[in-house]
């Protein structure tokens, strides 16, 4: 199964860090929702990403981060492995 991560980039320092995963499937959802302003389904029930986002860690300070999008990650490979096979 794919995971999404939601990407923010700092307008202080520059920093792109992630914040936020939820399914391949429903991150384009949530992120065209935020995009043109209108409330999320139901069926998303927590904490939902917003445009904006305080970047605490900022090597400059406290710093206000843009959602720039998300990035999928695999789940890795499962792999059987018979006896006598060397891994």
């Not at 949530?30 to 605490?56: C, W």
């Amino acid at each position: 199964m794919c995971t999404a991560k939601f990407q923010y980039k700092c307008r202080l320092c520059g920093e792109i860090f992630n914040n936020g995963i939820t399914s391949e499937e429903n991150a384009s959802v949530i992120l065209v929702a935020l995009i043109v302003n209108t409330k999320m389904p139901e069926r998303f029930i927590g904490i939902q990403p917003s445009l904006i986002e305080l970047h605490s860690n900022c090597k400059k300070g406290y710093g206000v981060a843009d959602l720039v999008g998300y990035i999928i990650e695999s789940a890795p490979a499962e792999r059987n492995v018979t006896d006598g096979e060397k891994t």
